[in-house]
């Protein structure tokens, strides 16, 4: 058999194949047999070195044409291939109308978040943030918390079982301390962050929620500094009817410490004049003592507060654990 015969069987091979390929894998598959770099008729085209001189220009003109063909019916089948397999497998009426796709929302209590970073960010807070599996030494020692005081017994605190004592930070003040261990002053910056506590979970109270705190060191920070931000703050978030009253309370890592209530239209909705919304007072000198800064060359405020308690005034929500229910019923309302 001489190579053009053979050549001419290739190509009908080929050619049958392409036709016979039920998909664009089978398709490629066709192709390879033929035209790939151990095709068939790849094979047979290294042979024309072996034809005599005088052969070789005809032979060179039946290769080019074959080739030619089989690309022309492989471009043709990939076509039809294409086509069918972009139309639906079931009936499906084009005239009908479209079904809108629902789109997800943000988690109120992530909305809330946002809204305060963003309002203390508008008075130049930054956002910094740590680690939720916290050493006593962070959490405790450095913002001036005796061994002895409650709220380092284990009834509040969740302990991890491993070496060095580890436990699941009980507010977000550690990494006030951590900020102030690396950076010079003066430092302003809020953090926000899930905190744990041995609670059982309630209406009002769970083992797991938010805080955010902010921390403001320079020199000549007065307590004044720190009640128009908070006041400024709050107006923002919950309203231009917001008042707060601030009263004497103990922390043991401000000195003054003040407990912050507030009333509005709300709160006098709920039968209640004033409502607990958040804590604060100036820095310690001994935790400044404890992370390096000199007590005599600086001063600076630290405030704290519960963003469910800010997400469940806003929103008029009665129980926390609707937070973290994963309820889509709760969640579409927002």
């Not at 005796?146 to 302990?159: I, S």
Request: net charge neutral; glycine share 8%.
């Amino acid at each position: 058999m001489t190579l053009l015969e053979e050549l001419e069987l290739a190509k009908q091979a080929a050619l049958a194949a392409v036709t016979a390929a039920p998909d664009l894998a089978s398709l490629d598959h066709a192709k390879g047999s033929a035209t790939g770099p151990e095709g068939r008729f790849t094979v047979l085209m290294r042979r024309l070195g072996s034809l005599a001189k005088e052969e070789r220009p005809a032979a060179g003109k039946a290769f080019n044409a074959a080739k030619a063909e089989i690309e022309a019916a492989l471009a043709a089948r990939r076509g039809e291939l294409e086509l069918r397999a972009a139309v639906p497998r079931e009936p499906f009426d084009f005239t009908a109308p479209g079904r809108r796709r629902g789109t997800g929302r943000l988690h109120p209590l992530t909305r809330v978040t946002d809204d305060i970073v963003r309002a203390f960010r508008r008075h130049g807070f930054a956002v910094a943030d740590g680690p939720e599996i916290e050493d006593e030494r962070h959490c405790f020692d450095a913002l001036n918390t005796p061994a002895e005081h409650p709220a380092r017994d284990a009834q509040d605190t969740f302990f991890v079982a491993a070496a060095g004592r580890p436990l699941l930070r009980t507010h977000t003040s550690s990494v006030q301390v951590r900020v102030m261990e690396t950076m010079a002053p003066p430092i302003r910056i809020v953090v926000p962050g899930r905190v744990f506590r041995r609670d059982n979970a309630d209406a009002t109270h769970n083992p797991t929620f938010h805080q955010i705190e902010g921390l403001y060191v320079d020199r000549n920070v007065t307590m004044g500094d720190l009640k128009g931000t908070v006041e400024a703050v709050f107006h923002e978030l919950l309203g231009d009817d917001v008042r707060l009253r601030f009263r004497p309370h103990y922390f043991s890592y401000t000195e003054p410490s003040l407990e912050i209530d507030f009333t509005n239209a709300l709160v006098r909705k709920l039968g209640k004049e004033w409502l607990e919304i958040a804590g604060c007072g100036m820095v310690h000198p001994k935790v400044f003592e404890n992370v390096g800064y000199d007590p005599e060359a600086w001063s600076g405020w630290a405030f704290g507060f519960g963003i469910e308690r800010i997400a469940m005034l806003r929103y008029g929500v009665t129980d926390i654990r609707a937070f973290y229910e994963n309820d889509v019923r709760f969640l579409r309302q927002f």
